[in-house]
């Protein structure tokens, strides 16, 4: 068997191969050169992130590693433009959690298949993917410790511009 790449295993996520999904596999790393200091799930776990190559038109990627090993703890795949419709097969996940992707709340809109290595965020409507996450399996609480990602972002005030006096 050909061992799987960062890249094969984003460009499954970006085909939507979700009900085939089993989780990351062992041992894939990454050793890279262009890389930020991060955190993941509640307890904040240190983590490094990598940016990807986009996997697909309309869709990027990036990874988390164990700081130690460089082992890919965590991947994503998350739509730009044209996010593709909520898969047939996958089924009812272990648990739906409310998300916040980017400034907009989704009430149940992270479906957690833990026992499978996935992760799915969906649009505000639920009919389609915004967000993949695969990881190795496990169970829910140990997802949402230690690897879920949050998704908010915060708006900053406008700035003005121009000089003192105006």
């Given at each position: 068997m050909t061992p799987q790449t960062i890249s094969s295993l984003a460009a499954a996520l970006a085909a939507g191969q979700y009900p085939d999904w089993s989780g990351l596999?062992?041992?894939?790393?990454?050793?890279?050169?262009?890389?930020?200091?991060?955190?993941?799930?509640?307890?904040?776990?240190?983590?490094?992130?990598?940016?990807?190559?986009?996997?697909a038109p309309?869709?990027?990627?990036?990874?988390?590693?164990?700081?130690?090993?460089?082992?890919?703890?965590?991947?994503?795949?998350?739509?730009?433009?044209?996010?593709?419709?909520?898969?047939?097969?996958?089924?009812?996940?272990?648990?739906?959690?409310?998300?916040?992707?980017?400034?907009?709340?989704?009430?149940?809109?992270e479906w957690v298949y833990a026992g499978r290595g996935l992760a799915v965020v969906t649009s505000p409507d639920g009919r389609h993917v915004r967000h993949a996450f695969g990881f190795a399996p496990t169970s829910v609480d140990a997802y949402a410790r230690d690897l879920r990602v949050g998704l908010a972002v915060t708006r900053r005030p406008p700035t003005t511009h121009g000089g003192a006096g105006r």
């Open positions: 596999p062992p041992g894939v790393t990454l050793d890279p050169a262009d890389a930020q200091p991060a955190a993941l799930g509640e307890r904040g776990l240190p983590a490094v992130l990598v940016h990807l190559d986009d996997p309309g869709c990027s990627a990036r990874a988390w590693t164990d700081p130690d090993t460089g082992r890919v703890v965590l991947l994503e795949v998350a739509w730009t433009a044209a996010p593709p419709e909520w898969p047939a097969g996958l089924g009812e996940p272990d648990r739906r959690e409310d998300v916040i992707d980017g400034l907009v709340a989704v009430a149940g809109g």
